[in-house]
């Protein structure tokens, strides 16, 4: 199906252009009344004109209507070209109503006033530009929202996964132990074997859901902080997997604010994860930066690295999700995200915010 480009409207149908004309023309006959001998059409006017100056200078200062408002609706062109239909209009009789030197530097530096005012109401209102920043203030608000929401969910799952799942779980560990043991009577060999590994898949799904519960949310992030929290990411990491994840800090550490600690330790975990599962490293380094005014968070490995993308969500279409999430924590924090990679020169993750 073939799509016909809609052309764009002509300014001759704009009600505004023709609203500016009428503006415009009525304030030319009325500035030029006399040289065009229609003066006794604006009696009103004769009082006024008694004093050339003052005549001359209210309605120059009138002819900043229509400026100002071709200036909103038609931006920097309808300025400009306001402004010059300003002085074609009424330079020859300033010009030839002008007493010396003095007045045409007043009227000069009035023409260059109305120029300047014409260019930054064009540059700087923006309804548009607004209604955009607007949205994009509303979708930052949402991100937050929906991630604070995501947290509290995390929190509310790991209790329950620790409380009741496990609980459960280690109930029917007991049970299955006491009928292998021979306390619910004696059992066949047959029987007995099945019952020992049933125990040891029960083991087994006890230790998964209790990494799943502190994955989710470590307590630890709660008790005693970030730092802390990292630390003991790394070493269950380095004990889980053949690889050696370090933990490096630079300046004074302190706490942070919660919710800026939540969204470090993220990106931090999820740039921990993507080291395990692709990177093939053997070596991890999290540095953790506590500078005057601003942290920052680094993680590096000497994995086979790969070719960083254009945008992150490059990834995101490609189902790769891990760096989209870090990059959403870090704006979450007013942080920068930055990723550099080369195939087999590692990767190193970098996010910096003000707490």
């Not at 003052?54 to 306001?82: D, K, N, Q």
Request: glycine residues 6%.
């Amino acid at each position: 199906m073939n799509i016909v480009p809609q052309k764009k409207k002509s300014v001759v149908y704009n009600p505004h252009f023709w609203t500016i004309v009428c503006i415009m023309a009525m304030l030319i006959l009325l500035y030029n009344a006399t040289y065009f001998g229609i003066a006794s059409w604006f009696p009103w006017l004769e009082g006024l004109g008694a004093d050339q100056e003052l005549y001359v200078f209210v309605l120059s200062f009138l002819f900043l209507i229509p400026l100002v408002y071709a200036s909103a609706v038609f931006r920097l062109r309808g300025a400009l070209i306001t402004w010059s239909i300003f002085l074609a209009a009424t330079l020859p009789h300033i010009v030839q109503q002008s007493a010396g030197l003095e007045s045409s530097l007043r009227v000069g530096l009035f023409a260059l006033v109305a120029l300047l005012l014409g260019i930054f109401v064009a540059l700087e209102y923006s309804p548009a530009a607004k209604a955009s920043k607007q949205a994009a203030v509303t979708r930052g608000l949402s991100l937050a929202k929906l991630l604070k929401v995501q947290e509290s969910d995390r929190r509310h799952l790991s209790r329950e996964l620790h409380d009741n799942t496990i609980q459960s779980l280690l109930v029917i560990a007991n049970r299955a132990h006491a009928l292998e043991t021979g306390d619910y009577g004696e059992l066949s060999p047959g029987a007995k074997k099945q019952a020992e590994q049933i125990m040891v898949m029960l083991l087994q799904a006890i230790d998964d859901v209790r990494r799943l519960s502190r994955d989710l949310r470590p307590s630890v992030l709660d008790n005693v902080g970030l730092l802390p929290s990292l630390r003991w990411s790394a070493e269950r990491l380095s004990h889980e997997n053949e690889i050696k994840v370090e933990v490096v800090v630079k300046g004074k550490e302190h706490r942070l604010p919660p919710d800026f600690e939540i969204a470090i330790f993220r990106i931090a975990q999820e740039a921990l994860n993507n080291v395990i599962k692709h990177s093939k490293a053997t070596v991890a380094t999290m540095t953790l930066d506590f500078m005057t005014s601003d942290f920052k968070l680094t993680v590096r490995d000497n994995g086979h690295g790969f070719h960083v993308p254009q945008t992150v969500g490059d990834f995101a279409i490609e189902g790769k999700l891990g760096l989209e999430r870090m990059q959403q924590h870090a704006a979450l924090i007013n942080g920068t995200f930055n990723i550099r990679s080369e195939p087999s020169k590692g990767t190193e993750v970098t996010v910096q915010a003000r707490p």
